[in-house]
């Protein structure tokens, strides 16, 4: 079956610019999650979403990180005047309920953003 | 806050010997702990996890870890290890309500 998508595989922006990340996650999949993975570095939480509300955005570093999921399904993470210090891979996990805790997370391939 | 420690970045094994990768996990209580696998130019791919019940859990491709709560651990091992075993390897650990906290990472290498 189908796993975690994401779009597009590799980014590279400017300095300020605006950027958009799509996860399609696996269908059926109420609990959708972003990362943040630097170089040497394991995974680090962003965002967790519970059908399409964020149920924890704890993690996003600023107000220049944004992410939405209006239907539950798909989604998007934003992230407004790009910094170099952006660049790094942004995985995105989905589960089929995250509100018991113990259930494993499915991951997508990531997406490679490099800001110049 | 908790945390999760991984102490050795690489690990050295040779074909056919057993294989461990260490975890250890900063808070007590009742965790509900992972461990994933990472190739190279792929997603994080589920190998276990311990939620409750036997302290030895059986995952894919003849892993296994034992849960140690006075020790905080969470050890990663394998029998007889495979050159296809090498990989970067992390421990997560997720308590009810809580996100899930990766550690750095091991990386497995396995040499025939």
């Known amino acids: 079956g189908a796993g975690v998508s994401q779009t597009p595989s590799n980014k590279v922006t400017e300095k300020g610019k605006y950027v958009e990340l799509r996860c399609d996650p696996i269908s059926g999949h109420t609990a959708l999650y972003w990362y943040r993975q630097s170089l040497g570095q394991g995974p680090e939480f962003l965002i967790y979403f519970q059908g399409t509300g964020a149920a924890d955005d704890s993690g996003l570093p600023n107000d220049r990180f944004f992410a939405v999921r209006p239907e539950g399904s798909v989604s998007t993470l934003k992230i407004q005047r790009t910094e170099r210090g952006d660049s790094a891979v942004y995985l995105c996990?989905?589960?089929?309920?995250?509100?018991?805790?113990?259930?494993?997370?499915?991951f997508g391939p990531g997406t490679r953003l490099t800001v110049l | 806050a908790q945390s999760v420690a991984q102490p050795e970045d690489q690990v050295n094994v040779a074909e056919g010997n057993p294989l461990t990768v260490k975890c250890t996990y900063s808070?007590?209580?009742?965790?509900?702990l992972f461990w994933y696998v990472q190739y190279p130019n792929r997603g994080l791919q589920f190998l276990l996890k311990y939620i409750t019940g036997d302290n030895l859990v059986k995952g894919s491709y003849g892993f296994e870890a034992e849960f140690n709560k006075s020790q905080t651990s969470f050890h990663l091992k394998k029998p007889s290890a495979l050159v296809s075993d090498s990989a970067l390897y992390f421990c997560?650990?997720?308590?009810?309500?809580?996100?899930?906290?990766f550690g750095p990472g091991t990386r497995l290498s396995v040499l025939p």
């Open positions: 996990a989905s589960s089929s309920s995250g509100l018991a805790g113990y259930n494993e997370q499915f």
């Open positions: 997560a650990v997720r308590y009810y309500g809580q996100n899930f906290v």
């Open positions: 808070v007590s209580g009742n965790p509900y």
